[in-house]
């Protein structure tokens, strides 16, 4: 029985592709060309979260996907990706002792992040926690100085200049719950939640930067019991309210464009109300 159950579900895996191969395939030039329609041009300061498992009938590797997205915003334009080190919490990666290097530590984030942190031209920001992939222009300038910020994703981080520069937030088969750009509004907004999203405690780590050099990070992390509460999902209706969220598809591919801008006023006209992006 457990044969026949794996046999059928082989050969429904296989009917996928198939079926996804013929009817729902895309390419690079295709990803560009949908990725324009949803309001994404040359000049713009891009995060991007993306998961290459949902890339289902692509035509091309992990590294087209990063030209392609190169290519849409230009070489005067900024993009950016998490490059993480860790799943689970940030307490538990503070607290196992490891020392984050900038040129060696992967990233956690998924194949197409690990692989831009790699790309020629891109800088990686040192912090022990949330290091950011930077390629274009004033890449060096967004990624300097990071390990030097009070909470991890807050003023001073490639985060602020993200908002500074009224960026825009790329999720690529991945949805609203791995919004990084959020935890810059949990410092920016922190004095009017009920309840603040860091910890009381203050964490000393350690990094090693381009140069081999260890830097020391004095940081707050984000305290695990709201953290568990939070749910982005609550952002959406007002993101469409405010015309800050556009999405679509390419084949099987979801594809969200959220406006920076538009995420702060959100979590701002929210706050006011007394909603909360936690349960």
């Not at 040192?126 to 030097?148: F, I, M, N, R, S």
């Not at 004095?191 to 140069?211: I, K």
């Amino acid at each position: 029985m457990k044969r026949l159950k794996n046999s059928i579900k082989s050969w429904l895996r296989a009917l996928r592709r198939s079926v996804t191969g013929k009817f729902f395939a895309f390419d690079a030039p295709g990803l560009r060309a949908r990725l324009t329609q949803l309001g994404l041009k040359p000049g713009d300061a891009v995060l991007v979260h993306a998961s290459f498992d949902a890339f289902e009938g692509f035509q091309g590797k992990p590294n087209d996907v990063i030209q392609a997205l190169q290519a849409v915003v230009g070489p005067q334009g900024l993009l950016l990706m998490p490059t993480m080190g860790f799943t689970g919490s940030a307490i538990d990666h503070a607290r196992s002792g490891q020392v984050f290097d900038v040129r060696r530590s992967p990233s956690r984030m998924g194949l197409i992040s690990e692989l831009f942190r790699r790309t020629a031209g891109v800088v990686r920001s040192v912090h022990p926690t949330h290091p950011v992939a930077c390629w274009g222009q004033g890449a060096e300038q967004v990624a300097q100085g990071h390990h030097l910020c009070a909470t991890p994703c807050g003023r001073g981080s490639p985060f602020e200049a993200l908002a500074q520069r009224q960026g825009k937030i790329l999720l690529l088969g991945t949805d609203i719950s791995v919004l990084t750009f959020y935890h810059y509004l949990e410092e920016r907004f922190e004095a009017q939640f009920p309840q603040s999203p860091f910890t009381t405690e203050e964490f000393t780590l350690v990094s090693r930067n381009a140069q081999a050099e260890l830097l020391e990070t004095r940081t707050r992390l984000y305290a695990p019991a709201l953290s568990r509460r939070r749910n982005l999902y609550k952002l959406i209706p007002h993101l469409k309210r405010l015309g800050a969220w556009r999405e679509g598809r390419i084949g099987r591919l979801r594809i969200a464009v959220l406006q920076a801008q538009g995420v702060e006023r959100a979590v701002g006209d929210m706050i006011q109300q007394g909603v909360y992006c936690y349960d």
